[in-house]
């Protein structure tokens, strides 16, 4: 693979912590379309963990005493660096992550606007002047949390890490983050590679890869206050609880099994191309892929018609091919249990239109109908390309349906009357609502987040989110002199 950012000569075996450093262990990078082995990279451990934490800690202090356009202008110089090497970084993503190229592509676009965004939040007003009965200046101002902790996913390793890495250096932090092991080049290596490119003073930022025991070490660190945390809501789980005791704030991104409401009145084609995305894209790996495709019933079997041709279209295979529509699920492990939940879906009474069934890690798309509710891959997550769909008889029972579940991360509705839509959104609690669209949609300008199992009501995005994500608001109180006190 020819290189110039990713030059492995560079990393190799190593970490990102001031510097490169050589590991006492080392991971391969696979390729998963093909198994090939690629690289390796240094795997760090709780030892490494505190030495990063400690280096951050002095680090973080010199940081935001700078002036703020010291901090915006590495912001600006990561945007253009992910840009400039879109091609090579998007290869080293499809290859690693097994994302199609497109895809992989577009996500360093979405870098470069990320650390964008960060440079102008550098800039913008940070407090505000408050009202006080007492003849005193009053003023709320953020204040960096000090060292944030960052652990990311597989499944969109760049954009799930750099959404809060960004954020967080431009506000005055340090960052330590821990990538998935199994995409530790485009979740980490990658971002560091940036990062140090533009000029990042050392120190401010470690990249870490290892499993949950390093992730773990990161979470008790005394002297990391804040953890941004994407992944699956049981790790999120365990995360609150150790981080309980210290009382930290952690801003969990879970999982999901978002809903497509399709009414009746509804362009069928199009609503099942966009059913199609919803659920196929990059192998249904999205926290907010649809899930739960909900029908109206008058409408429902044309649906399933273009659902189950389009399924039948779809090329899976190497992410590097032409006209492929997705590529490999990340591993035997994670095809198994795709594999596992479409199985007792169909022993349980569905109906398989389309899929269900694989070759080495290339999952077929599966289309479901007929599936009782309770069928793991309707009322499950099951991260992996299935559509269930199930129909419904009134707008009532679209909302019920659509509120009957312990997630809610995202929620797409595709009618003409938009209005009556935005209603429905009204009754079914999510941290997003797309009407006339399907439920993958994210932006660096939106505030991203789920409710209930699908995260902790923290937001990622956005201006104002990522400032209260990644500061400490501070009220302070300015007289000429101490008051004479009655004592
Ligand atoms: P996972 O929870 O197993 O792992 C995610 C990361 O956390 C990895 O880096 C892993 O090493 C680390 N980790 C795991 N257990 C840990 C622990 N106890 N302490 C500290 N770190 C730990 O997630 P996964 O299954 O690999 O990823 C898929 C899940 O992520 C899905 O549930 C998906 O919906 C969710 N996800 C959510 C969002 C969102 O923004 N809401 C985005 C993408 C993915």
């Not at 980490?188 to 990042?200: D, K, N, S, T």
Request: charged content about 20%.
């Amino acid at each position: 693979m020819s290189s110039v950012l990713l030059d492995a000569t560079r990393w190799s075996g190593r970490y990102f912590s001031a510097g490169w450093r050589p590991a006492v262990a080392q991971a391969a990078v696979t390729e998963k379309a093909t198994g090939t082995r690629l690289e390796t990279v240094g795997v760090a451990d709780a030892v490494a963990v505190d030495r990063a934490v400690e280096a951050a800690v002095v680090a973080q202090r010199r940081w935001a005493s700078l002036g703020y356009d010291a901090r915006a202008a590495v912001l600006r110089r990561a945007g253009s660096l992910f840009e400039h090497h879109a091609d090579e970084a998007a290869e080293w993503t499809a290859r690693e992550s097994g994302a199609p190229l497109a895809m992989a592509h577009r996500a360093q676009g979405v870098a470069a606007q990320e650390c964008y965004e960060a440079a102008g939040l550098a800039s913008a007003p940070y407090g505000e002047l408050l009202r006080s009965g007492a003849p005193r200046l009053s003023f709320a101002r953020r204040r960096p949390v000090g060292v944030v902790g960052v652990i990311a996913p597989f499944n969109a390793p760049l954009l799930l890490a750099i959404r809060a890495v960004a954020p967080a250096l431009a506000l005055g932090n340090a960052v330590v983050l821990k990538p998935d092991p199994r995409t530790a080049v485009s979740g980490g290596v990658l971002i560091a590679r940036v990062f140090e490119e533009a000029g990042l003073p050392e120190g401010l930022l470690h990249v870490l890869p290892g499993g949950a025991d390093v992730g773990q070490a990161v979470v008790a660190h005394p002297r990391v206050p804040v953890i941004s945390f994407t992944g699956s809501t049981p790790a999120g789980r365990a995360i609150a609880r150790a981080s309980a005791d210290q009382l930290k704030r952690v801003h969990l991104e879970l999982g999901g099994n978002s809903a497509l409401v399709v009414m009746g009145d509804a362009d069928v084609p199009r609503a099942a191309a966009a059913g199609a995305f919803g659920s196929f894209r990059h192998a249904g790996q999205i926290c907010m892929a649809s899930g739960r495709h909900l029908v109206h019933e008058s409408v429902v079997d044309d649906y399933l018609a273009e659902l189950t041709r389009i399924a039948a279209a779809t090329t899976v295979g190497d992410p590097l091919g032409p006209g492929v529509g997705y590529g490999p699920l990340i591993d035997a492990g994670q095809r198994d249990r795709v594999h596992g939940i479409v199985t007792q879906s169909v022993e349980a009474g569905a109906s398989l239109l389309a899929g269900g069934e694989f070759d080495g890690l290339f999952y077929r798309p599966t289309v479901l109908s007929r599936i009782p509710l309770q069928a793991p891959a309707y009322a499950q997550e099951v991260f992996g390309p299935v559509a269930p769909v199930v129909s419904f008889g009134d707008v009532d029972e679209a909302a019920a349906l659509a509120a009957d579940s312990s997630y809610g991360l995202s929620l797409g509705i595709i009618t003409r009357d938009v209005m009556a839509a935005l209603e429905l959104a009204d009754r079914v609690p999510t941290g997003s609502v797309h009407i006339n669209d399907q439920t993958i949609n994210d932006e660096p300008t939106a505030p991203f987040g789920g409710v209930g199992e699908s995260g902790s009501g923290a937001r990622h995005g956005g201006a104002q989110s990522n400032l209260e994500a990644f500061s400490e608001l501070q009220w302070v109180t300015m007289r000429r002199e101490a008051p004479p006190y009655p004592v």
